[in-house]
């Protein structure tokens, strides 16, 4: 099996879904800086565009900007394609991209459900699925992260994200399996658990006047006293994207500032 390690010569090729906003858009600058090739999947076409273009003046050997809904699997595997015929096969992937549709469960209406777990959830599933494939192709190990959260292991107090929490529970059980399936090809896959950090999805469901409130309450209730910065759980993925990282497959790291270690009661 041919080895692409963080010291070759060869550039490894590192593909994010939802890269040109919030933690993907991080995970990207922060590979382009150790001169990685990028690859930036979002379905803003123009701010993926961006994106590259910002991660070659920050050392990427390349880059591509690709519009993709990763909820379409003609998409997802069309993006695929560019990426092989252009960078060669992926040596990483991190799944960002995922909306939060709040609600909830005996008010909401049935196409949300499936809008937040087609994006969430089955594009999880099929930007893995290609990547994989070509992985398999080029016979090359690599290195998977997918993006699971808190409430995929405990309920929000606040309430209305059964949606969100289940695509982010079935998000970690898939890394299990796919963490153990295919471990014999080298090809590791692991989960990063952000916390509350500063990104538009973090804010997605509050109106605007309410954000500066509810940042000061988030932030007593987070052990560490404060919501993340993207670059702060863009680093834990850019290590789980090296081989600093290469005996680490099918686990959770998590980032969250203490809440999954906290007591749900306060004092």
């Known amino acids: ?26 995970v990207v600058l922060l590979c382009a800086a150790r001169g990685d090739q990028i690859a930036v999947l979002d379905k803003n076409a123009e701010a993926a565009k961006t994106t ?57 209406p049935a196409a949300t459900w499936h809008q ?41 107090a606040a309430g209305g994200t059964g949606a969100y929490s289940a695509t ?4 970690s059980s898939l890394v299990r399996c796919m963490a153990i399936d295919y471990a014999p090809y080298g090809i590791r896959v692991n989960a990063v658990v952000p916390g509350a950090t500063e990104t538009r999805l973090m804010w997605s469901n509050v109106p605007a006047e309410d954000i500066p409130r509810m940042r000061r309450v988030l932030s007593k209730e987070i052990p560490l006293g404060r919501l993340a910065q993207p670059e702060e759980p863009a680093q ?15 686990s959770h790291l998590i980032c969250d500032g203490g809440i999954l270690a906290k007591a749900s009661i306060s004092t």
């Open 1 to 26: 099996m041919r080895r692409i390690t963080s010291d070759s010569k060869e550039a490894r090729t590192i593909v994010v879904t939802g890269g040109a906003d919030g933690i993907g858009r991080a």
């Open 116 to 156: 937040v777990l087609d994006t969430n959830l089955n594009g999880t599933f099929l930007a893995c699925k290609h990547a994989i494939r070509r992985m398999r192709q080029a016979d090359v190990p690599g290195s998977i992260v997918c993006a699971s959260s808190p409430t995929g292991f405990v309920a929000l």
């Open 236 to 250: 834990a993925v850019a290590w789980l994207l090296s081989e600093e990282s290469s005996y680490v497959t099918g």
């Open 52 to 108: 590259a273009d910002e991660a070659v003046k920050r050392g990427a050997k390349s880059a591509l900007g690709l519009v993709c809904d990763v909820g379409f699997e003609e998409q997802v595997e069309k993006a695929f394609e560019i990426i092989w015929n252009k960078l060669g096969a992926p040596y990483g992937l991190f799944t960002s991209a995922a909306i939060d549709l709040g609600g909830l469960i005996h008010e909401l």
């Open 168 to 171: 982010k529970g079935g998000i």
